[in-house]
Each structure stands twice: as structure tokens, then as C-alpha cells.
């Protein structure tokens, strides 16, 4: 598991560094960068990811667990902070932590305009795939009908392997909180365990997506009219495929002895975008770009 998540956040790097943050451009990036990684270690192609990567999948969360959903549906919830309140609905919040300018450190807060709520300050993306990743932040899982609870796991890949978390409490769909004092200690059978992985591995998948785009490492929120650049590659003709990214260099290099590779990953991606201008088309039309 945890070689096959990393091979598949390395190649997302590869076919993704031409993508917009749109929803279906995300899907496309995971299908395709499955098919680099198969191309590249065919043994991939008879992995257990294989049957999670998914298509073009827009079902509720935890249902089915694919790939595809999770990067699908990390615009449309917060389940790490409940950014938009506790039923964990999108909102116009929703986004404001696919952002981080890595100039300004790992920790160096999103400080971001947004209309409901004037400037306000955000976790980055490095932040949040780190919670994700690592276990150290609770997520927020909706049971499809009248609860949403509240859970924490070790770490991703200890969850795919064992399924342990902790049952935190819950919120019914008013808002109101019932917690577990004790906190209930639980394993996920493996349909489940797989199931939840996946999806949060799409997560991840979705934040390094974003590194990719200008806009997102330049902390430049385009509510006013969107994006010049994510306009222009969401026309699905101007998407690459994994043949394209393959032939223009894009292959698997090995992060496995990095000491930190979800950093570096992000990181790398991040500083490529960073070289780039973006324009969020607002009244006056300003643009921000590469000063180093």
C-alpha cells in the first residue's frame, strides 16, 4: 500500500503539472497517472489499487471508495476541519485550503480573501495532506443518513492495513454533539478499511493536484470571474493523457528514501507552478507571479 500510494502521488506530479483544479480535470489526472504507473511497473496492473482508482465517479462519500472520488469530492466537503460547519457541506470556504505559497515555509498560514468572511487565515495544502496522511488531525465521516461522525486513525497506511481508529462522538444533522468519553477503539473490516483509504488517498491526490496550478501557489483566490489559466486548460481538449506525459518526460523517480516524501512531492510541484504567473480576473485585474 504504502509504495503504491507513494509511485501514484510521484506520477500525479508528472501528468498533472498542466491541470486545472476543477473536479473532472482531477479525475483525469488519477486515471491517467494510474496508467503511467502501470506502464512504468506492471505489476501495478494486478495491484489491489487497481480496483479502486475509478472512473468518472461522482458518488457520495465512503460508498464506494475510489480514487476518483476522493478527488472529486475534496471541493465539495471539508472533512478535516468542517471549514463550512459541522453537517461538513460545501461552501464558498470550502477550498481556501488547497492553497500554500511555499516561499514561506511549511507552516506559513493561507491568508485569504474570501466574501462571506473578508481576509481570514487558512492551514495549506501541505498542512492538510499531512493530516491526512499522518493521522494527526480527526476527519469527519457522514454515515449517508442522520450522523456525522467524528474519527482519528494512526496513520493512512496503518489504516488500510488494520482498519484501527477511534470513534470520537458524533453530530447529528442539526449540529448538535454526543461524544464518546471514552473514546471508542474500533476495527474496519477490509471492504471498509480499503473503502475510506482510497477515498482519502483521492484527497491527497486532489491537494497535490492543485500544487500544479499557479493560482493555488501564488495564494491568489479567484472568486471574481475564475482564472485565466484553469479556464483555459478545463476545455478537455488541451488534456494530456498518460502516453503525452510519458513522452514529454514525465516517469516515476523514487521518493521512497526521501525522509519526508509527501513534503517533497508537494514541494517540487509546488515551486514548477510558482514560476508561472496567475491572473483571478477580479476588477482590477491583477496579476501575481514568480519574484525570486
Known sequence: MKNGIISL????SAVGIAYSHKQGTHQHIVREAYKLLEEQV???SISVMKDYVGTDQT???WTVGRIVIGAYREDEEDIVYGICGA??????LTTNTHFWNADNGDNHLSHLWDPTRGWADYENALQKANHLWFGTHTIFMYNGSDRIYKVSYENLVDLWKTGDNTLHGYYNLNGQWTGYNPPVQQAWDVPTRRRVAYEILGRICHLLGDMSVPAHVHNDPHWFGGDTYEEYM?????????VAAY????????????HYPIRYLFYVTN??????????????????????
Request: with cysteine; aromatic share 14%; hydrophobic share 25%.
Open 234 to 242: 478545463e476545455d478537455s481538449g488541451h488534456y494530456l493523457d498518460y
Open 9 to 12: 502521488v510521484v506520477l500525479l
Open 87 to 92: 453537517n461538513i457541506t460545501g461552501c464558498s
Open 271 to 292: 515551486q514548477y507552478s510558482d514560476h508561472y504567473p496567475s491572473n483571478d480576473k477580479s476588477g482590477d485585474n491583477s496579476y501575481y507571479s514568480y519574484m525570486g
Open 59 to 61: 458518488d457520495g462519500p
Open 42 to 44: 506492471p505489476a501495478m
Open 247 to 258: 513522452n514529454q518526460g514525465g516517469m516515476l523517480f523514487d521518493v521512497l528514501g526521501k
